[in-house]
């Protein structure tokens, strides 16, 4: 009994060896060797089971590692601007502190610096952990080709020397009207037809943020035409013809009677949209922009596709102090009259509203003109922002806490620091984009976004971003 004893393993729990002591002699050395057998298969089994762990962690760490090292060729990536602007005739300084090389193109510029002697004469090759200079006298683009390290390819930099700009900073409400280029679809719903049954004829058909452009091949450029055609189909399919992002598609659909001579799509529509922004500059012939950022449907969130447009007068008529969770907003009035108009409308941008002045607003007609700064001469720290929310033309200031020089408009993050915008507004409310940001007595760019959890923290877009259109 004693040697059965030693040979038992008390983690193994088979079945057939739970016996009483007076079966032992009945069992055999049949048993024993069955037994031998249970705990080597079992001893396998666990080998094979802290293969399978070692494989796994060292996938982990294989994993981990590469990913490491995607998000670190990524933010290395990121640390460099898809686009460098340096004005024409001026020295620029560059100071990106990256293991990247790269090779720009030569004729036409001038490099300052820690360049290396370059395979190709036409081209001069940077180490872009170094600080450089650039000059050119001549406008146009030049490319500069990096590598990680000198050997993997990581991005292509566009390299555009520009004049020098100088715009009127104005910081003042304007209002904007714009007509949609087509109907816009909001979205869908139920019609009751004129047998009291509900029904959802363009479920599934047509989506938000689509565009009508014609029913059965003619042109409908607004909401009464369409209801019109609509109507005049009987009750018979319709053939929608339909603006869907960049693809033209068309849609049938069958109209619902719902009384006598009145049919309806299901479908809830716009053509047209009004609110209250920031007019940003002016420069000398004329140009703005404004906002910062695009016009956007309210309901539905996508960017306006807008055939034209008018910018007015706006008073300002009201202030919903922001809080957390609430963002705050400015109230206008706008007067839909030819002697409040200001000017057109005639672009809607991922980075603002331009158009053209017809007259400049009372508010900004003493204000100087302003040099530009470019992204890379923009410095953390204070800075100032031009508003009007008061009711009068003021410079608030900021403190500008980092740079993104590859956002199309939340390039600059910045927090209020002026104790009366701050008792005002509460920071950045709805409203003030557009609004100037001004340093060292230079344009640096706009206010675009707030922060909903924290009024007094807002994005700003670069003015170079801006005035690229």
């Known amino acids: 009994m004693k040697n059965f004893q030693k040979l038992k393993n008390p983690r193994v729990k088979i079945k057939e060896f739970h016996i009483l002591k007076e079966d032992f ?28 762990q070692k494989w796994i962690a060292w996938g982990s760490l294989a994993a981990g590692f590469c990913w490491g090292l995607f998000f670190s060729y990524y933010a290395i990536g990121e640390s460099i601007p898809d686009t460098i602007r340096i004005e024409k005739g001026e020295t620029e300084d560059f100071d990106f502190h990256v293991p990247i090389t790269a090779e ?37 683009n030049y490319f500069m080709s990096c590598k990680l ?14 004049d020098k700009e100088q715009v009127v900073p104005c910081g003042v409400p304007v209002g904007i009207y714009v007509k949609t280029d087509g109907i816009l679809i909001i979205g869908t719903g139920s019609v009751v037809g004129n047998d009291g049954m509900n029904y959802e004829p363009a479920v599934n058909l047509v989506k938000s943020g689509d565009y009508v452009k014609t029913v059965n091949e003619q042109v409908v450029e607004n909401k009464e035409e369409l209801i019109e055609k609509i109507n ?3 009750g018979e399919p319709v053939i929608l013809g339909v603006q869907r992002d960049e693809e033209y598609i068309q849609i049938k659909v069958e109209p619902v009677k719902t009384e ?36 956007s449907d309210m309901d539905t969130g996508v960017k306006v596709s807008l055939s034209d447009g008018t910018l007015y007068e706006a008073e300002i008529a009201g202030i919903t102090k922001g809080e957390k969770g609430n963002p705050g907003e400015i109230s206008g009035v706008i007067t839909y009259l030819d002697q409040y108009k200001l000017g057109s409308v005639e672009e809607n941008t991922s980075v603002g509203i331009y158009g053209k002045l017809q007259r400049t607003p009372e508010e900004s007609q003493d204000n100087q003109y302003y040099p ?42 910045f927090q209020v620091t002026d104790p009366e915008l701050l008792n005002l507004t509460g920071g950045v409310i709805q409203g003030m984009s557009g609004s100037p940001i001004i340093q060292n007595g230079t344009v640096i760019g706009a206010v675009t976004h707030v922060f909903v959890q924290d009024a007094t923290k807002g994005y700003g877009i670069f003015i170079e971003n801006m005035l690229e259109h």
């Open 149 to 162: 390290f000198g050997l993997f390819p990581i991005k292509s930099v566009s390299v555009e020397v520009i």
């Open 232 to 234: 005049q189909s009987g």
């Open 260 to 295: 006598e001579n009145d049919y309806k799509l299901g479908i809830w529509v716009r053509d047209d949209l009004a609110g209250v922004g920031t007019l940003t500059f002016y420069d000398s012939q004329g140009y703005y922009g404004a906002l910062g950022h695009p016009v």
């Open 25 to 52: 002699k009945s069992i055999g050395i049949l048993s024993i060797e069955r037994y031998v057998r249970v705990c080597e298969k079992l001893k396998e089994r666990k080998q094979r089971k802290m293969k399978y």
């Open 104 to 140: 720009l193109e030569q004729e036409g510029m001038e490099v300052f610096g820690n360049q290396s002697p370059a395979v190709d004469k036409d081209k001069v090759t940077l180490d872009l952990n170094q600080s450089f200079s650039l000059k050119s006298q001549q406008q146009g």
């Open 372 to 413: 530009v700064t470019l992204k890379q001469n923009i410095e953390k720290g204070e800075a100032v922002i031009v508003s009007t929310v008061s009711g009068e033309r003021k410079e608030y200031s900021i403190n500008i806490s980092s740079l993104d020089y590859n956002s199309d408009n939340k390039g600059i993050l």
